[in-house]
């Protein structure tokens, strides 16, 4: 139980004050591997939570939920909630994915995905060395990410200590998976936050913590296919 307080507090209080230290650092340094090793320091911390939430609650607890008959009944098979969030579901998907595909074959929606990255240059693959490592980051976070905000956090609102409902642990979850990238800037909180809480409706609705780490890793990837190489010093 202690385990579980700690990590939830690292998530809450220790990431947020972590991003606040380590990303003007970022931004300014000039050395030419400063992104790769910060990727390296994102892989290992999200992969000691991840393991950590296993070892707290076990496997099955954090990849697999099951629900009672209508503990979440707007989510229920059939449900008009249901049918609107697998609507929003997929109109997201489209909206993800759409503009990452064209971009594939368009070299002006690269160009113009280019100049909107400028802001989180700092972050984003823009070498090829950068873009290689890049896929070490989104699969880790495609997989802890899903396992410590979806797994972990839903099960602990929801039955330790809180016994919240599963909608409201599907909130409070969410508000946290935003919290957790502020470094985005507060918008970039919110969109985070929302998009946190359509996986955790998606968790709830599967069962199975498989499609949201799909879904998740496939997103973050996306990068690769809309960003041209070489994007960040373009026009500089």
Do not use: N
């Amino acid at each position: 139980m202690i385990l579980q307080h700690v990590l939830v507090f690292f998530l809450i209080v220790v990431t947020p004050l972590w991003d606040w230290y380590e990303i003007p650092r970022l931004k300014a340094s000039t050395d030419p591997g400063k992104k790769i090793r910060f990727y390296w320091k994102i892989a290992v911390a999200s992969w000691v939570c991840a393991v950590l939430a296993v070892l707290t609650v076990g496997v099955l607890t954090v990849s697999t939920i099951h629900k009672v008959p209508r503990e979440i009944s707007w989510l229920d098979a059939g449900s008009r909630g249901a049918a609107v969030m697998e609507g929003i579901t997929a109109g997201m998907l489209i909206a993800i994915m759409l503009p990452a595909i064209l971009a594939l074959w368009s070299q002006k929606i690269r160009a113009k995905a280019g100049k909107a990255a400028k802001r989180l240059a700092f972050l984003l693959p823009s070498s090829l060395r950068e873009r290689r490592w890049w896929w070490l980051v989104c699969i880790t976070a495609g997989i802890c990410e899903e396992v410590v905000y979806r797994g972990f956090l839903l099960h602990y609102f929801h039955m330790l200590p809180f016994h919240l409902s599963l909608t409201w642990a599907i909130v409070a979850s969410s508000v946290i998976f935003g919290i957790g990238h502020l470094y985005q800037g507060v918008a970039g909180g919110v969109q985070t936050a929302v998009i946190g809480f359509v996986f955790a409706a998606m968790y709830v609705m599967t069962g199975s913590l498989l499609i949201p780490i799909v879904v998740h890793a496939v997103m973050d990837l996306r990068v690769l296919a809309m960003l041209p190489v070489g994007f960040e010093s373009e026009g500089a």
